[in-house]
T-cell receptor
Framework: GEDVEQSLFLSVREGDSSVINCTYT??????LYWYKQEPGAGLQLLTY?????DMKQDQRLTVLLNKKDKHLSLRIADTQTGDSAIYFCAEGSSNTGKLIFGQGTTLQVKP | GAVVSQHPSWVICKSGTSVKIECRSLDFQATTMFWYRQFPKQSLMLMAT?????????EQGVEKDKFLINHASLTLSTLTVTSAHPEDSSFYICSARDLWVGGETQYFGPGTRLLVL
């Protein structure tokens, strides 16, 4: 069945780059999303990429997609303490709109 | 980005009562919305797909008579937890699917925390 895997924890120093990785199994996924969740809050859409793209950049965020390896990554440049949160990747089907989520990666940013 | 609201953000109720949670897309129309449940330190679990003008479709293991979903308009879906019990205490999050020609995005609400005493 469909499955999305993420590492559970990442710790970086303020000002460094963070790279959060994600692997998925459904090759028919059309959209791949990155969401950010702060404590007690809902999910904030950070960025998304269509499956026919290799890379997308949006200010400090860079998403890389390797369709062959079914690997997605989110790079946050110049990581700030305000970036500390849980980051979820999700794969989506254009047929149903359903999203399959990874377990979430907790990003800890040390000053 | 588009905004999705949920109301209430917090609710505490007695066991046996019913609780209604609203999910609204504020600046786009959503024929499809989704309801999720999230337990502490865990990922989101999809409960059901809410379809405007038709019945909701539930994921395996989710009781449809327990979690009633009504998608009354293109901007509003409601989830009613009927006869709530302490094990229904959780964080409930909705999302709304924004579809346009050639693409789509999905936006989430801020969540509703339910505590059943």
């Amino acid at each position: 069945g469909e499955d999305v895997e993420q590492s559970l924890f990442l710790s970086v120093r303020e000002g460094d780059s963070s790279v959060i990785n994600c692997t998925y199994t459904d090759s028919s996924s059309t959209y791949l999303y990155w969401y950010k969740q702060e404590p007690g809050a809902g999910l904030q859409l950070l960025t998304y990429i269509f499956s026919n793209m290799d890379m997308k950049q949006d200010q400090r965020l860079t998403v890389l997609l390797n369709k062959k390896d079914k690997h997605l990554s989110l790079r946050i440049a110049d990581t700030q303490t305000g970036d500390s949160a849980i980051y979820f990747c999700a794969e989506g089907s254009s047929n149903t709109g359903k999203l399959i989520f990874g377990q979430g990666t907790t990003l800890q940013v040390k000053p | 980005g588009a905004v999705v609201s949920q109301h209430p953000s917090w609710v505490i109720c007695k066991s046996g009562t019913s609780v209604k949670i609203e999910c609204r897309s504020l600046d786009f129309q959503a024929t499809t919305m989704f309801w999720y449940r999230q337990f502490p330190k865990q990922s989101l679990m999809l409960m059901a797909t809410s379809n405007e003008g038709s019945k909701a479709t539930y994921e395996q293991g989710v009781e449809k008579d327990k979690f009633l979903i009504n998608h009354a308009s293109l901007t509003l879906s409601t989830l009613t937890v009927t006869s709530a019990h302490p094990e229904d205490s959780s964080f409930y999050i909705c999302s709304a699917r924004d579809l346009w020609v050639g693409g789509e995005t999905q936006y989430f609400g801020p969540g509703t925390r339910l505590l059943v005493l």
